[in-house]
C-alpha cells in the first residue's frame, strides 16, 4: 500500500488545468473516470484499507488505485489515518467534503436502478463479501 503523508499540503487543481469554470466539468476534471467513484462507493460501504480497494469486483489495477487514492487526498476528499492504535499501516477515509458525495451517488445508483437494466444492488456487495 502506497503511504501517503497526512500532513502532505491539498493540492486545489489550478482554473488554468481546468477545462473550464463550469462546475460539472470542474467536478468531472476530479471524479469523472470510471473508477474515482467507485473508491468513494467503497469508502461509503465502509472500506479503508487499500487492499480493500483492491479486491472490489470491478478490479481496479492496482497502480490506477494508488493513483485515485493519491488524486482524492491531494483534492482533500479523503485523508489517511492509522488503520488502528499502534499500527504504521494507513487507512483512508472520507473527509466532510468526500461524504458531500453521498447524495450524488445515491442518485446514480437510483437512476442505475431505474433505467438500466440488469443493474442491482446486491450484485455488488455479494461480490466484495467474498
Given at each position: 500500500m502506497p503511504k501517503l503523508s497526512p500532513a502532505r499540503k491539498r493540492k486545489e487543481p489550478s482554473p488554468a488545468r481546468r477545462r473550464s469554470p463550469c462546475p460539472i466539468a470542474c467536478?468531472?476534471?476530479?471524479?469523472?473516470?470510471?473508477?474515482?467513484?467507485?473508491?468513494?462507493?467503497?469508502?461509503?460501504?465502509?472500506?479503508?484499507?487499500?487492499?480493500?480497494?483492491?479486491?472490489?469486483?470491478?478490479?481496479i489495477p492496482t497502480n490506477i488505485l494508488a493513483e485515485r487514492l493519491e488524486r482524492l487526498q491531494e483534492s482533500g476528499v479523503i485523508e489517511t489515518r492509522p488503520s488502528s492504535e499502534g499500527s504504521s499501516r494507513l487507512a483512508y477515509h472520507l473527509t466532510e467534503k468526500g461524504t458531500a458525495l453521498r447524495p450524488v451517488l445515491r442518485s446514480i445508483k437510483n437512476w442505475a436502478l431505474q433505467w438500466e437494466p440488469g443493474t442491482s444492488i446486491g450484485l455488488a456487495k455479494k461480490k466484495s463479501a467474498r
Open positions: 467536478s468531472l476534471d476530479l471524479f469523472g473516470d470510471k473508477w474515482t467513484l467507485l473508491v468513494i462507493r467503497d469508502l461509503l460501504l465502509g472500506r479503508s484499507r487499500f487492499k480493500d480497494f483492491a479486491a472490489s469486483p470491478e478490479g
